[in-house]
């Protein structure tokens, strides 16, 4: 099986080790992934601030690097959902046949990370060693757009010395957004803080989820509060082992 990592912008400009823990973990697992070099932006950005035709030539790049590979892996359930449900409109708007056809490829190999390793992979013991108390935040897109259910809780609950707490409103939006944060920061903060105090109330040490815009977000409140919480992304834990 082919396989591909989309590393997605925001990890390659803020959250590199993300990446690498997909990688060492996937590793770990005896997959070798690729990562190809053309790869840019999953195109999210433009579509939902309603500009497709600009999206078009960035979805194009997208099936030029990773059309042909078995299965794409994402990071990121936000990112992933793009490429799975909003490709294909980008690609209708183009008119060209040839863009449709590749991205009606590349959509359905495209995989968020639990998905790729419960679904695809069928593991859901990694052989993870993390000995902390640990929270998790469900994504909107993860959790809304693609529904991946409770497969980062079964992962997260077979990781060694791992205890995990439910975070009281855990469905609730962190308030991040995209440019929602910019267009409305004072309902975006708010909204953030909110989550904040009920993962504080879980008396855990370390807010995790799928998507690292949403840790940035929620990263930055923890920090100016000074509460000593930390966030981490969940390829992070799951890349880790006793030996570490």
């Known amino acids: ?17 993300t ?12 997959v070798d992934v690729d990562f190809p070099e053309g790869q840019t932006c999953c195109a999210q950005p433009m579509v939902n601030t309603g500009y497709l035709d600009e999206a078009v030539p960035v979805v194009r790049q997208f099936v030029d690097s990773f059309d042909g590979y078995d299965a794409i892996v994402v990071p990121s359930g936000s990112c992933a959902g793009c490429v799975r449900h909003q490709h294909g409109l980008v690609a209708r708007r183009s008119g060209d046949p040839a863009l449709e056809a590749a991205v009606a490829r590349t959509g359905p190999r495209t995989h968020e990370l639990t998905e ?12 993870a060693y993390f000995p902390h108390r640990v ?14 259910g409770d497969r980062p809780t079964r992962l997260l609950r077979a990781v060694k010395g791992l205890r995990l707490v ?4 855990a469905e609730e939006c962190c308030g991040f957004g995209g440019t ?8 975006s903060v708010a909204m953030g803080s909110d989550k904040v ?10 807010l995790v989820a799928g ?3 949403c840790l940035l977000h929620l990263g930055g409140i923890l920090s100016r509060e000074q509460t000593g919480m930390r966030v981490m992304h969940l390829a992070e834990i799951l890349a880790q082992t006793e030996a570490d």
Do not use: Q, W
């Open 1 to 17: 099986m082919r396989v591909a990592l989309m590393l997605t912008c925001i990890n390659d400009t803020l959250f590199p080790d």
């Open 19 to 30: 990446g690498t823990a997909v990688v060492r973990l996937l590793r770990r697992l005896g």
């Open 116 to 127: 790729f390793l419960v679904d695809v992979l069928g593991v859901e013991d990694v052989g």
């Open 135 to 148: 929270t998790y935040h469900p994504t909107c897109h993860s959790l809304r757009m693609l529904g991946v």
């Open 166 to 169: 439910e975070l009281p409103a």
């Open 180 to 187: 929602f944060a910019l267009k409305n920061a004072e309902t």
């Open 197 to 206: 105090r009920h993962a504080r109330d879980t008396g855990a040490e370390v």
């Open 211 to 213: 998507d690292n815009s």
